[in-house]
């Protein structure tokens, strides 16, 4: 599903990101990626949904090589992503609704498409009395759902969380992780950067650890120990 082949990302300035990575995420798993702020692990979140392309070695995304990808290309291998940010983006003159519709507009949907898809996702992430609602009328963990619900709405085969709950009180950092965990029980790869120490810890999934570019642990059912990984 994501694989990455002695991957390394060195930016303009001269900054070291990722160095020499080699690793994969199998179909349907659900993968943290944890590191302190710098280690990488942003770099290695936007590599998967090609915001970032690697400086050297090669990303591919189920059978497609993105470094080699035409610009023309890129929209096609990003309809099967979908992105939820630590900011949650959201267009603040759209309702919840026009939002998560927004993104299926994108893919030119249908209307019908839209009007069954959107209201769908709203009643999964618990938001359909919120339709209506615009960005400033709701919390942070109700615009961090809505976030989540547009990056569903186009059935992507990969959900990439870039800090999803950073800004977020525990509860509402709970409900994200819940969510998340039954996209993936739906059969979606979901793959979550992350500082939230308690939630790794309780889940047990996949960890990947990241320090100073580059994996120092990889754990099947693992716990945030980047502080172990310094010693």
Aim: charged content about 25%; overall charge neutral.
């Amino acid at each position: 599903m994501i694989q990455m082949w002695n991957v390394s990302k060195t930016y303009s300035n001269g900054t070291i990101a990722l160095e020499d990575i080699t690793t994969r995420i199998r179909k349907g798993e659900f993968v943290f990626v944890v590191g302190s702020s710098g280690a990488g692990k942003s770099t290695f979140i936007k590599l998967i949904y090609r915001e970032e392309i690697p400086s050297s070695g090669m990303v591919i995304i189920g059978s497609k090589n993105v470094n080699r990808m035409r610009g023309s290309q890129i929209p096609l291998i990003r309809r099967s992503i979908g992105v939820v940010f630590q900011d949650f983006r959201l267009l603040a003159n759209k309702t919840a609704y026009e939002n998560i519709a927004f993104a299926m507009e994108v893919v030119e949907a249908s209307d019908k498409e839209i009007k069954k898809r959107v209201p769908a996702v709203l009643e999964l992430v618990g938001l359909k009395h919120k339709a209506k609602s615009l960005p400033a009328q709701l919390s942070g963990g109700e615009q961090q759902r809505v976030s989540l619900a547009r990056a569903i709405v186009n059935n992507p085969a990969i959900v990439v969380a870039d800090e999803p709950t950073g800004n977020l009180d525990p509860d509402n950092s709970w409900e994200i992780i819940r969510l998340l965990e039954e996209i993936n029980q739906r059969g979606t790869t979901v793959v979550v950067g992350t500082h939230a120490k308690e939630i790794v810890d309780v889940l047990h999934k996949r960890v990947i650890t990241i320090d100073d570019g580059r994996i120092v642990r990889d754990d099947e059912r693992g716990e945030y120990q980047y502080e172990a990984a310094e010693l």
